[in-house]
T-cell receptor, first 109, second 114 residues
Framework: RKEVEQDPGPFNVPEGATVAFNCTYS??????FFWYRQDCRKEPKLLMS???SGNEDGRFTAQLNRASQYISLLIRDSKLSDSATYLC??????????FGTGTRLKVLA | DTGVSQDPRHKITKRGQNVTFRCDPI?????LYWYRQTLGQGPEFLTY????????KSRLLSDRFSAERPKGSFSTLEIQRTEQGDSAMYLC????????????FGPGTRLLVL
């Protein structure tokens, strides 16, 4: 089993739709969690950290479920500019960052 | 610009040649990471430095790969005797030490081995 697993997609959604991605992780001792966004042929950029209580940043909401070992990202009112690959990142130890393979999102006009 | 920088941005080389990439992290970040990313995959960990000490090296990193961070600031990644399978994006990231905070990536070096 991979340490971090994501549905690769693609998720094709119309503009204005709400879309959610999940990411499961295998190490129950994992401490920190992040979502990154990566545009084609660019570097990953931090979208948001994921806190135990859940957190929101504008149209984006991230949640952590430690019991079931997954994190989620919800995007409301999707924009064309949200089209990208979304990478889930988990830190199982003191310095390691483990990346998922990413979920591709395409928002259609 | 106070972000992570990498040089060169693109490199085309012939099989068997040596290449060296440079990364300049965010100045107050003690941790520096190298990753490799191929199409359709997430970044794969290659190696990690805390200040000038290389604390871990992935099994993915064969003997042809070496990395240094001599003064705890910039880092170099060298690939000797390049192979076509080395073609990938090489990403550098840095993070602060004090807590398990987010990493910040440079723009990457895209390597093509012919």
């Amino acid at each position: 089993r991979k340490e971090v697993e994501q549905d690769p997609g693609p998720f094709n959604v119309p503009e204005g739709a709400t879309v959610a991605f999940n990411c499961t992780y295998s190490n129950s001792a994992s401490q920190s969690f992040f979502w990154y966004r990566q545009d084609c042929r660019k570097e990953p950029k931090l979208l948001m950290s994921v806190y135990s209580s859940g957190n929101e940043d504008g149209r984006f909401t991230a949640q952590l479920n430690r019991a079931s070992q997954y994190i989620s990202l919800l995007i409301r009112d999707s924009k064309l500019s949200d089209s990208a690959t979304y990478l889930c990142v988990v830190t199982p130890g003191t310095y390691k960052y483990i990346f998922g393979t990413g979920t591709r999102l395409k928002v259609l006009a | 610009d106070t972000g992570v920088s990498q040089d060169p941005r693109h490199k085309i080389t012939k099989r068997g040649q040596n290449v060296t990439f440079r990364c300049d992290p965010i100045s107050e970040h003690n941790r520096l990471y190298w990753y490799r990313q191929t199409l359709g995959q997430g970044p794969e960990f290659l190696t990690y430095f805390q200040n000038e000490a290389q604390l871990e090296k992935s099994r993915l990193l064969s003997d042809r790969f070496s990395a240094e961070r001599p003064k705890g600031s910039f880092s170099t990644l060298e690939i000797q005797r390049t192979e076509q399978g080395d073609s990938a994006m090489y990403l550098c990231a840095s993070s602060p030490t004090a807590y398990q905070g987010a990493q910040y990536f440079g723009p990457g070096t895209r390597l093509l081995v012919l």
